[in-house]
C-alpha cells in the first residue's frame, strides 16, 4: 500500500473516531443527570443512548437515594430514582406489539427498587438515632439485595420473554407494594 492511501486511512478512521465519541460524549456523558421520583413510566423517560448491539430492547436504572433533613425523625428518608440519562431504549426493537410490554418489564425493575426503599425507610423509622456511617452502610447492604433481587427478576422472567414468569414476577411485586408486611 502506497504511503498517501495509508495517510488517508489513518485520517479517516481518526476523523470517525473523533465524530463517534463527540456523539456518544455529547449525547449521554456531559448532560446533566435527570432523576425521576418512583411514577409510572413513558418512553420519554428514557434519554441515555441506545445500545445497537445489545440483544436487549431497553434498560434502565434505577437505584435508592438518600436524603437528610435535620428537622424530621428520622432524619434519613430513601427514594426510589430512575436515572433518565442512563435509561436507554434501542427504538428499532420497539414495534407497536410490543411497547407496551417491554415498558411494563422496565417499570417492573422500578417497583423493585421502590420496595427496598421503603424496607430501608422502615428500618430507618426504627432507629432512635444512628450515625451517618451506620447510614451508609444499612444503605450499602440495601443496595446489595436490591441488585440481586434485579438479577433474579431478568434471570427468572430471562428479561420478560417468558410471560408467565412475568406474571408471576408482577403479581409478587403487587401484592408487596399493596401489602408491605409482605417480604421478597
Known amino acids: 500500500m502506497s504511503l498517501i492511501t495509508r495517510i488517508k486511512i489513518l485520517a479517516i478512521t481518526i476523523f470517525s473516531t473523533v465524530f463517534f465519541s463527540y456523539k456518544l460524549i455529547s449525547n449521554n456523558f456531559y448532560k446533566k443527570e435527570k432523576f425521576n421520583e418512583w411514577q409510572s413510566l413513558k418512553w420519554n423517560h428514557f434519554k441515555g443512548v441506545s445500545r445497537p448491539f445489545s440483544k436487549y430492547s431497553a434498560g434502565i436504572l434505577c437505584e435508592i437515594k438518600l436524603e437528610f433533613d435535620s428537622s424530621k425523625k428520622p432524619n434519613y428518608s430513601a427514594k426510589a430514582i430512575q436515572n433518565q440519562t442512563l435509561s436507554w431504549v434501542n427504538w428499532s426493537d420497539i414495534t407497536s406489539t410490543n411497547s407496551s410490554y417491554i415498558l411494563e418489564h422496565e417499570q417492573y425493575h422500578f417497583n423493585i427498587t421502590e420496595i427496598f426503599a421503603r424496607k430501608l425507610n422502615e428500618q430507618l423509622s426504627q432507629q432512635k438515632t444512628i450515625s451517618r456511617k451506620d447510614v451508609l452502610q444499612l444503605l450499602m447492604n440495601y443496595n446489595i439485595e436490591h441488585n440481586k ?36
Open 149 to 184: 433481587e434485579q438479577q433474579k427478576y431478568d434471570n427468572e422472567t430471562k428479561h420478560s420473554l417468558l410471560r408467565s414468569q412475568q406474571m408471576y414476577w408482577q403479581y409478587k411485586i403487587d401484592s408487596i407494594l399493596s401489602y408491605q408486611e409482605v417480604s421478597l
